[in-house]
């Protein structure tokens, strides 16, 4: 069975600075990890997803996250917040290679200030 | 492309009632799953279904049941809805067998138990 822990159920920014939202897994398999984002009363949005490859992984807007399986973790990181960033974000696990099943966090809001 | 499509997009019922929701994948996508999504917290998985049969299904009571047509639409039915079944309703698709690695979500629908 696999688990997901997201640190911090709110996270606030200032316009420009660093954006960090950490994500823990539990897997008993090599996992598939993802970031979705969620804009009030709207679906998820794949930011990004790691399948193995690279363990730096390049997504949508900027964000990016790394991939560290001796801290099974899987941080999600933006260099400068942007006002439009504002949004409730999730991370998620999966060892389905489409991604059926998968397993997500309680998810983070991310409030960005001016 | 339309992308992952869900009707309705809300819905009221009352206790005791049975409720069915719909879903249109993403064209070229044979697998469709359902999660659930409280308020303030992560999606939950009900059920995936492929090749018209329920392949995987996540920790719900009978009561949510569903089924999936030839052209790879899908429905989730809720007999004897509770108010805890109050919740957005998400539907996700993907390619079976793909290594896309990644699903996508529609806006989902919100239902509300009376």
Known sequence: AQSVTQLGSH?????????????????????????????????????????????????????????????????????????????????????DTNAGKSTFGDGTTLTVKP | DAGVTQSPTHLIKTRGQQVTLRCSPKSGHDTVSWYQQALGQGPQFIFQYYEEEERQRGNFPDRFSGHQFPNY?????????????????????????????????????RLTVT
């Not at chain 1, 979705?36 to 997504?59: C, D, E, I, R, W």
């Open chain 1, 11 to 95: 996270v606030s920014v200032s316009e420009g600075a660093l954006v960090l939202l950490r994500c823990n897994y539990s897997s008993s398999v090599p996992p598939y990890l993802f970031w979705y984002v969620q804009y009030p009363n709207q679906g998820l949005q794949l930011l990004l997803k790691y399948t193995s490859a690279a363990t730096l992984v390049k997504g949508i807007n900027g964000f990016e996250a790394e991939f560290k399986k001796s801290e099974t973790s899987f941080h999600l990181t933006k260099p400068s917040a942007h006002m439009s960033d504002a949004a409730e974000y999730f991370c998620a696990v999966s060892v």
């Open chain 2, 73 to 109: 639409s899908s429905e989730l039915n809720v007999n004897a809805l509770l108010l805890g079944d109050s919740a957005l309703y998400l539907c996700a698709s993907s390619p079976m067998g793909s290594a896309e690695h990644e699903q996508y979500f529609g806006p989902g629908t």
